[in-house]
């Protein structure tokens, strides 16, 4: 966790693996991977997190076991296990507070869970602002001190880096674009607001539209499939989530830039 004094240069040299753990609100995924990056096991499994995060995190263990079993490492060769999910992180201690977004996990610290469960050090982040470190340090982002990452998966969430600073807020809200109003008589979001973005342009609003339009389930899986296929329904439907998207996103830079001092 953050904070934790340095392990040795000996068990550092010794570590050549380390693990991540994504817990998003319908999934569970872990990654074995070489200290390059290059991933030697990945696997993630479909399920309810946001009400179950006892079972949840005993399904992150048992992947973290099997990663390691399948691959013969043993604990010792891992240099600790980064865990990203998505909601925000209160720090210190990496409790998870915010009422709606992830409700059965209130008071809740996935971290220090895991770390118990798997006796592996642990890092924990909200899923946006992890990437958002990650594309400042690997990717789009190296050398670029003004940046907003956006993540667009069960949730809708912002990492942002702001005069080279990650901005994480109070109680880890920052970039919480998701749960910015979007349409004043929206549906009521399950943050208990109305109107958020994620009402409106998230996998769920975009699949529900075309539930009701079309008489029949539609699933995010089959919305893939229809855009892959150039249905002008689904596609249409994406792209009316987007613009939604992209009228949040056309105001956060200039809002960033009055409000910070340079």
């Given at each position: 966790m953050p904070g934790r004094p340095a392990r040795s240069l000996a068990l550092r040299a010794s570590a050549v693996y380390a693990l991540g753990a994504d817990i998003g609100?319908?999934?569970?995924?872990?990654?074995?991977c070489e200290l390059?990056?290059?991933?030697?096991?990945?696997?993630?499994?479909a399920t309810d997190v946001d009400h179950a995060p006892g079972e949840t995190l005993d399904l992150a263990a048992e992947l973290i076991r099997r990663a390691l079993d399948e691959k013969g490492i043993d604990r010792s060769r891992v240099l600790g296990l980064g865990i990203d999910i998505a909601a925000p992180?209160?720090?210190?201690?990496?409790?998870?507070e915010a009422h709606g977004i992830m409700p059965g996990w209130i008071g809740v610290q996935p971290g220090a869970e895991l770390e118990r469960r798997t006796?592996?050090?642990t890092w924990l982040a909200n899923d946006a602002d992890a990437g958002a470190l990650a594309e400042r340090n690997y990717g789009a982002g190296r050398n670029?001190?003004?940046?907003?990452?956006?993540?667009?998966?069960?949730?809708?969430?912002?990492g942002i880096i702001a005069n080279?600073?990650?901005?994480?807020?109070?109680?880890?809200?920052?970039g919480e674009i998701g749960h910015i109003r979007s349409q004043a008589d929206g549906r009521v979001c399950r943050c208990g607001n109305r109107g958020c973005l994620e009402t409106?342009?998230?996998?769920?609003?975009i699949t529900r539209?075309?539930?009701?339009?079309?008489?029949?389930?539609?699933?995010?899986?089959d919305l893939v499939a229809l855009v892959q296929a150039g249905d002008r329904g689904a596609i249409r439907a994406l792209e009316d989530a987007a613009e939604e998207i992209g009228r949040v996103l056309a105001d956060a830079p200039r809002l960033l830039a009055t409000t910070l001092v340079r």
């Amino acid at each position: 966790m953050p904070g934790r004094p340095a392990r040795s240069l000996a068990l550092r040299a010794s570590a050549v693996y380390a693990l991540g753990a994504d817990i998003g609100h319908q999934h569970v995924r872990v990654a074995l991977c070489e200290l390059s990056g290059t991933p030697v096991w990945n696997d993630g499994v479909a399920t309810d997190v946001d009400h179950a995060p006892g079972e949840t995190l005993d399904l992150a263990a048992e992947l973290i076991r099997r990663a390691l079993d399948e691959k013969g490492i043993d604990r010792s060769r891992v240099l600790g296990l980064g865990i990203d999910i998505a909601a925000p992180v209160r720090e210190p201690g990496g409790v998870l507070e915010a009422h709606g977004i992830m409700p059965g996990w209130i008071g809740v610290q996935p971290g220090a869970e895991l770390e118990r469960r798997t006796g592996l050090t642990t890092w924990l982040a909200n899923d946006a602002d992890a990437g958002a470190l990650a594309e400042r340090n690997y990717g789009a982002g190296r050398n670029v001190d003004d940046m907003i990452y956006v993540r667009l998966s069960g949730g809708i969430g912002a990492g942002i880096i702001a005069n080279g600073r990650h901005l994480h807020g109070s109680g880890g809200l920052a970039g919480e674009i998701g749960h910015i109003r979007s349409q004043a008589d929206g549906r009521v979001c399950r943050c208990g607001n109305r109107g958020c973005l994620e009402t409106v342009a998230g996998p769920d609003a975009i699949t529900r539209l075309l539930t009701d339009s079309w008489g029949y389930p539609v699933t995010v899986s089959d919305l893939v499939a229809l855009v892959q296929a150039g249905d002008r329904g689904a596609i249409r439907a994406l792209e009316d989530a987007a613009e939604e998207i992209g009228r949040v996103l056309a105001d956060a830079p200039r809002l960033l830039a009055t409000t910070l001092v340079r």
